[in-house]
């Protein structure tokens, strides 16, 4: 589950969230992206191409996790400016930051249902990470997951019909699908090693996802129906938070590369990796590729 520490850094404590290749990324569309170049962590957008980097969120707090409305109008993104993780919602321009959920617990990790009509999150209301949906004015919060274990980041599945998910009720982190109402678990991964951050693929084939199995975290793929489970990334630095283009065709990433974090995009079948941030002095991480 991810957890913010000192300085807004975010750590890996128990759980962590969660086709075709052969062209290169568009140039339309914007990507959200988590930014500490002014000293703490704020929501920043930019042009597909990393073009026009322009702060959307200015507090004194942590701004992170964003993600896009199918619609491309608002950002739903995780802050901890009321002292605790709460998700919040935003118009796509920065304007009108409103709080959605308000518990004295931890709730992170806002996922858009692909019909624009709810957003499921990892919360620890109860005691441990599970998964939550509500209505994306914030009413109807209702818990999906009910397990002793840790339970978070759901990604949910272009027809709205399932999620995939993160949980470590088997032993370790690894990465589950469920329907959308909670039901029918069932594990995808099976590794000693931990998965976390998983996101399904526009088109449902896939679902990459991050795992430390090859000693640091990279990228992997697998497809929904037979596994096949594939690095993506390769690189000795880590590399993780993926997120798919709307057509499927490329993934922007997060990589320790270049010595500090950095957001990258490669083909979807890992080719053609290409620093879109470049900026040494501060990292850049969380990317969400909005509608097109």
């Known amino acids: 589950m991810l957890w913010a520490g000192a300085a807004g850094t975010v750590l890996l404590l128990s759980v962590g969230g969660c086709g075709g290749g052969g062209h290169g990324p568009s140039s339309k569309g914007k990507i959200a992206f988590a930014s500490y170049r002014d000293g703490n962590w704020e929501i920043y957008v930019m042009n597909a191409d990393g073009s026009n980097q322009t702060r959307l969120t200015n507090n004194a707090a942590t701004d992170h996790l964003p993600a896009w409305s199918p619609d491309g109008s608002k950002i739903a993104f995780a802050s901890d400016r009321d002292g605790n993780w709460e998700i919040y919602v935003m118009n796509a321009d920065g304007t009108n930051r409103t709080r959605l ?5 931890d709730d992170l990790a806002p996922a ?5 009509t709810k957003i499921a999150f990892t919360s620890t209301r109860d005691g441990n990470g599970e998964v939550y949906v509500m209505n994306t004015d914030g009413s109807g919060q209702t818990r999906l997951t009910n397990s002793p274990a840790a339970d978070g980041q759901p990604s949910w599945s272009p027809d709205g019909s399932r999620m995939a998910f993160i949980s470590d009720r088997d032993g370790n982190d690894n990465v589950y699908v469920m329907d959308a109402d909670g039901s029918n678990p ?12 998983c996101a399904w693929s526009p088109d449902g ?4 996802f991050v795992s430390d199995r090859d000693g640091n975290d990279e990228i992997y793929v697998m497809s929904t129906r037979w596994g096949n489970e594939i690095n993506l990334s390769r690189n000795p630095g880590n590399d993780m938070y993926p997120a798919w283009s709307p057509a499927g065709r490329a993934m922007y990433f997060t990589s320790s590369r270049a010595g500090d974090w950095e957001i990258y995009v490669m083909n979807a079948d890992g080719s053609n990796q290409k620093n879109l941030t470049n900026s040494p002095v501060t990292d850049d991480k969380m990317p969400a590729w909005g509608p097109e």
Do not use: F, V, Y
């Open 101 to 105: 959920t308000n518990n004295a617990a």
């Open 112 to 116: 858009w249902s692909p019909d624009g």
């Open 205 to 208: 084939s896939k679902i990459a």
């Open 186 to 197: 069932t594990r995808l991964t099976s590794n000693l090693a931990d998965e976390w951050w």
